[in-house]
C-alpha cells in the first residue's frame, strides 16, 4: 500500500493522499499549511466539493452516522464516526493527536472515517463502524480497506498506568505510574481481530508529536485550536 504525498508549487507537502485504498475512492489528509481557512483549497485539490463536506460534532464516544446528504445538522450531532454510500459526499473528521481512520469496501462501495481518540476506541468506536457497514450495506469485513492517518504514537503518547486495564498489550509502563500508549497499535489489532486481513489496513505512521513541524499535536499546542481534517468520498461517475 502507499501514501502519496500531493507536492503542489504554492504548498509543498501539504496535502497527503491515501491511494492505498484503491481505485473508487478518494481520501486523504492535509498538513498544517492548511489551516481553517484553506479548507477549501485542500478539498478542492482532491478533486471535492467543499459544499458537500459533512461533519459531526465528535465527542469521544462511540456512535456512528449514515449520512446522505451534507446536511449542516450532522455538526450538531454527537458521534465519532461517519459513513455513506452517496458518491460526491465529503466525510470529514478533524483531529491533531487522535487517529483518523479511514474505511473503504470497494465490493459495496461504501466509505466511512472515524475519530479514533483513546476513549472512542476503548468505548467501541470501531465495533460500532463494522457493524453499521455489516448492517446497512451488507460489507463483508474481509472486503474491507482501512487506513490509519497521523496521530500521536507510542514514542510520544504518555499515559498513566490506569491505561493498562484500557488497552491491555498496547501500554507499555515506563515506571510504577506511567508508561507509553500504542493507540494504532490496538486500532490494527481490533480490526484484525474483526476479520479484516492486515494486509489490508495501511498505517501512514506519521507522529503529530515527531512531526510537529508538519502535523498539529493537541499535546504539544493545546492552545491551538487549528486541527488536521481528514476526509473520505466516493468516486462520482463509477
Ligand atoms: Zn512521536
Redesign the pocket.
Known amino acids: 500500500m502507499t501514501l502519496t504525498v500531493m507536492t503542489l508549487p504554492e504548498n509543498p507537502a501539504g496535502i497527503y493522499r491515501l491511494d492505498s485504498l484503491g481505485p473508487g475512492v478518494v481520501a486523504g489528509f492535509h498538513s498544517r499549511i492548511f489551516d481553517h481557512s484553506k479548507r477549501g483549497e485542500f478539498l478542492r485539490s482532491l478533486g471535492l466539493r467543499p459544499e458537500n463536506l459533512v461533519r459531526v460534532k465528535q465527542v469521544h464516544g462511540s456512535k456512528v452516522v449514515v449520512a446522505e446528504n451534507p446536511d449542516r445538522a450532522f455538526l450538531e450531532t454527537a458521534a465519532d464516526g461517519l459513513v455513506t454510500r452517496v458518491p460526491g459526499l465529503v466525510l470529514g473528521i478533524r483531529t491533531a493527536d487522535c487517529a483518523p481512520v479511514f474505511f473503504w469496501d470497494p465490493i459495496r462501495k461504501a466509505a466511512g472515517i472515524a475519530h479514533g481518540g483513546w476513549k472512542g476506541v476503548k468505548e467501541g468506536l470501531l465495533n460500532q463502524m463494522l457493524k453499521t457497514f455489516e448492517k446497512r450495506f451488507k460489507t463483508r469485513t474481509t472486503d474491507l480497506r482501512i487506513a490509519i492517518g497521523p496521530s500521536?504514537?507510542r514514542?510520544?503518547y504518555e499515559v498513566g498506568k490506569e491505561f493498562l486495564g484500557f488497552f491491555p498489550g498496547f501500554y507499555f509502563a515506563q515506571d510504577a505510574l506511567k508508561g507509553h500508549l500504542d493507540l494504532c497499535g490496538s486500532i490494527k489489532s481490533r480490526l484484525v481481530k474483526r476479520g479484516i486481513p492486515e494486509g489490508q489496513i495501511f498505517d501512514a505512521g506519521l507522529?503529530t508529536?515527531?512531526e510537529n513541524k508538519k502535523f498539529f499535536s493537541y499535546r504539544v499546542e493545546r492552545q491551538n485550536p487549528e486541527r488536521m481534517l481528514s476526509v473520505i468520498s466516493i468516486s462520482e461517475g463509477r
Open positions: 500521536i504514537r514514542c510520544h507522529c508529536v515527531c
